[in-house]
């Protein structure tokens, strides 16, 4: 199963909350989301049957790695029964996670012995008043760390840790990272700050180019490029010449890479998305809930993937960006 530009669907995002704990200013600002911010109710949200037949309608056409994000997954009650569930599809070969690793500690052994296979965790900087300003909370970094060496403990590494690089704002403190996390099996990747959503304020002058952070960190610690793991993947590799690890590099902004991109979204209400940047997405839900047959819902998934033709990143101006998108705290990123 192809796209309009010739693309396989081959990775499904499920977001299975819209509730964060941190308020990170380019997904979900504080002076927006408050205390008093109303999340979508329970009932609104797809169950965990509805999620499984979706993802397994997905594996039948082609799906063979799902991702679960948010918001922050693990706020999610009774995650680690939706991993069992999902393990248990015919043709899914990769499970993962993206969370900001807050308490990640306390699940790590669980979410491992359900069937999750790897971790991601979001951490934008290592210096502390730093994190606290970009997290949007008073938190520091201390819990998140903690969470990192629990998931590789448990067996979900090696541990992939993204970092927004924002000009002005935490750019500074790419190199401490790096310090940080060279020598161990954890792979840092940085992704240029995007437009995800519209009330971010997003500017292209805050944007960092990645040759800019690959030129800042070879001149201290030599770099040289690797071969991508697989077809579609996102993040430009590159390895210490020493042998003391890699990093990636997530170039949507200045090198878009739409052209191999094989993933879907589930937003949790329901909505099929097929970009990052779109406006809106399809309706599963009333699907799910009018009776249709697991037929039906390939049949539904099969029309939006075959029809699609987006590929935003590749013909983004500062004009276009000032379009109405799907918020990122809708759809994990």
């Known amino acids: 199963m192809r796209d309009q530009l010739g693309r396989p669907i081959r990775d499904l995002r499920i977001s299975v909350t819209d509730r964060c704990n941190f308020r990170c200013g380019y997904c979900m600002p504080a002076e927006i989301y408050g205390d008093a911010y109303k999340f979508l109710p329970r009932t609104d949200l797809l169950t965990f049957e509805e999620i499984e037949r979706v993802a397994r309608a997905g594996a039948a056409l082609g799906v063979k790695k799902l991702r679960l994000t948010g918001g922050e997954p693990l706020l999610r009650a009774e995650l680690p029964e939706l991993i069992r569930m999902l393990a248990a599809i015919d043709g899914i070969e990769d499970i993962s996670l993206t969370t900001n690793g807050f308490v990640l500690a306390g699940f790590a052994e669980q979410l491992k012995a359900s069937g999750l296979h790897r971790v991601t965790v979001s951490l934008d900087s290592l210096d502390e008043e730093v994190f606290k300003s970009m997290s949007g909370r008073r938190y520091g970094t201390a819990p998140v760390l903690k969470g990192i ?63 800019e952070l690959v030129e800042q960190i070879h001149a201290r610690w030599p770099l040289e490029p690797v071969d991508p793991n697989y077809r579609g993947e996102v993040a430009k ?97």
């Open 149 to 211: 060496e629990a998931a590789a403990e448990a067996g979900l590494g090696p541990i992939k840790i993204n970092a927004v690089v924002q000009r002005g704002v935490n750019d500074h403190t790419v190199l401490g990272m790096v310090e940080h996390f060279r020598g161990t099996p954890h792979v840092l990747r940085f992704i240029e700050y995007m437009d995800v959503g519209t009330l971010n304020g997003w500017k292209l002058d805050e944007v960092v180019p990645a040759k």
């Open 237 to 333: 590799r590159y390895r210490f010449r020493d042998g003391q690890g890699e990093i990636g590099m997530i170039t949507s902004v200045t090198q878009p890479f739409c052209t191999g991109c094989t993933r879907a979204r589930l937003s949790p209400e329901g909505k099929l998305v097929t970009c990052l940047f779109a406006a809106d997405g399809h309706d599963l839900r009333a699907l799910l809930r009018d009776g249709a047959t697991d037929a039906d819902l390939r049949h539904r998934l099969e029309s939006i993937w075959t029809g699609r033709t987006d590929r935003y990143s590749e013909i983004r101006t500062e004009e276009t960006a000032g379009g109405r998108k799907i918020e990122m705290y809708q759809l994990g990123g």
